[in-house]
């Protein structure tokens, strides 16, 4: 095939690229998707873990609990 011939089949709508790009799309939410689905599980397990955490008396003395007074 030459490249006239490509160049005209692929302006006339002879070639077209929709399942390419239907495909791609797909990937595109498919990898959305996913990211907000994990991303919710972390805070999910971030807020577990903070919550069986031991708090530290260390900090807390008289000054850090009454300087904004």
Known sequence: MKVQNL???RFSGGLSNEAEY?????????????????????VVFQKRRTAKRKKSTY?????SKNWKK
């Open 22 to 42: 239907i495909e791609l799309l797909v990937q595109v939410f498919a990898v959305l998707v996913l990211g907000l689905f994990l991303w919710r599980m972390m």
């Open 7 to 9: 160049i005209q089949n």
């Open 59 to 63: 900090f807390e003395s008289t000054f």
